[in-house]
């Protein structure tokens, strides 16, 4: 007898799969840590460069924030 698609929704094994993937990631980043000391500089200077732009782009929107005049198509697919 064929049964229809199990509508149940599925457990915590979703994210026992992401958690075990993330564990992964951190142990091969600490790896390469230990292994490539050239990788830390890399590591250190993206993190560097990546909290710099973010701090940018922070304090521009904050006092900049986008007007709602500085908007010219507002519905560009002319929906609603």
Same mark, same amino acid.
């Given at each position: 007898?064929?049964?229809?698609?199990?509508?149940?929704? *599925?457990?915590?094994?979703?994210?026992?799969?992401?958690? @075990?993937?993330?564990?992964?990631?951190?142990?091969?980043?600490?790896? @390469?840590?230990?292994?490539?000391?050239?990788?830390?500089?890399?590591?250190?200077?993206?993190? &560097?460069?990546?909290?710099?732009? &973010?701090?940018? @782009?922070?304090?521009?929107?904050?006092?900049?924030?986008?007007? *709602? *005049?500085?908007? *010219?198509?507002?519905?560009?697919?002319? @929906?609603?």
């Amino acid at each position: 007898m064929p049964q229809g698609p199990n509508t149940q929704p *599925e457990g915590p094994r979703k994210y026992l799969r992401g958690a @075990l993937s993330l564990f992964v990631t951190a142990g091969l980043v600490v790896v @390469l840590f230990i292994w490539l000391p050239a990788y830390r500089w890399f590591f250190l200077g993206s993190l &560097a460069i990546g909290v710099i732009v &973010a701090a940018i @782009l922070f304090f521009w929107n904050h006092y900049r924030p986008l007007k *709602e *005049e500085d908007v *010219e198509n507002k519905r560009p697919l002319g @929906l609603g």
